[in-house]
């Protein structure tokens, strides 16, 4: 299967259609009668589609099996067919796009087998996905024009003892996203972080290094005194992700606010915990520039 783990988790919500066409009025009548020898043919289906959503990972080889938190089925009878709509929600870091498709021609399965000894000619039409919510396509981030400033703060790296590596994880996740960075590397000193940070002319400025517990690890401190505005959701995202992978990410003090419309970060050192943190929050936290575009125009 894909790996996901680098996903955060959000609600996902997809609906697909299935299309039962029946050769006669009679068919559809005996379904409203609830005169088909089999059953009741809605609800025997709903309860088939119900078992079709949840065994699509049992299935599909490549889905990933998920918690299935709603699935609503809904039929509506136009002349002589019958066209089934398939809800399928979850809270979860991939689509339920499959899962509503499965669910939809499982339904429609279902209603063909108990149709067939009354009606020969039953057809399967459309099976298709009507729309999906969540993830990328619902929060696309128009990145455009945006420019970073990347500092790395370490004093071995800054002494050339050190090779950087957590900086160039960072700039290549900014390039992805089509964000022009540039990147600069300085020693574990308040002086430096501050002058760092003022000089800096790009919209969003990201400090990796220096969020630790040791005695040199003044990065947080500094830059907190320069913010106008803490960011405190942003801090607690990156946490919680960094610790759903690891145990000692609870003693990272990343940090992020705003200092004069500018965005700045600061981030963990290690390589890893640099480049989980810029999953935990990006693309969704540069929505934050549409929020400070708007209020320039207040």
């Known amino acids: ?38 059953g009741n043919v809605f609800e025997m289906a709903k309860a088939a589609g119900l078992l079709g959503v949840k065994k699509t990972p049992d299935l599909l080889p490549d889905c990933h099996p998920m918690p299935i938190e709603y699935t609503g089925i809904e039929y509506e009878i136009n002349g002589h067919e019958i066209k089934i709509s398939m809800t399928v929600k979850t809270i979860y870091k991939t689509g339920v796009e499959v899962e509503a498709m499965h669910g939809a021609s499982i339904v429609a399965l279902t209603i063909y087998d108990m149709l067939k000894p009354i009606d020969k000619n039953v057809e399967i039409g459309t099976i298709k996905l009507q729309q999906k919510k969540g993830g990328k396509s619902s929060y696309k981030i128009d990145a455009e024009g945006l420019t970073a400033k990347v500092v790395v703060c370490s004093d071995t790296i800054s002494k050339g003892k050190g090779k950087d590596k957590a900086g160039k994880a960072i700039v290549s996740k900014l390039e992805e996203l089509g964000i022009k960075a540039e990147k600069v590397i300085i020693p574990d000193e308040a002086e430096e972080i501050t002058s760092a940070l003022i000089k800096a002319e790009t919209e969003l400025v990201i400090f990796t290094g220096g969020t630790g517990v040791g005695p040199r690890d003044v990065t947080p401190e500094t830059i907190e005194s320069l913010l106008d505005l803490r960011l405190k959701g942003v801090e607690e995202q990156m946490r919680n992700y960094g610790q759903q992978r690891m145990p000692y990410a609870m003693l990272s003090r990343s940090v992020a606010g705003i200092v004069k419309d500018k965005v700045v970060l600061a981030l963990p050192g290690s390589t890893k915990g640099a480049a989980e943190c810029m999953d935990a929050i990006f693309p969704h936290v540069l929505h934050i520039f549409k929020v400070i575009e708007g209020k320039r125009h207040d």
Do not use: C
């Open 1 to 38: 299967m894909v790996d996901i783990t680098h996903k955060i988790n959000t609600l996902r919500e997809a609906t697909a259609i299935a299309i039962v066409r029946t050769s006669s009025e009679e068919t559809i009548k005996a379904i409203q009668r609830n005169s088909v020898p089999k």
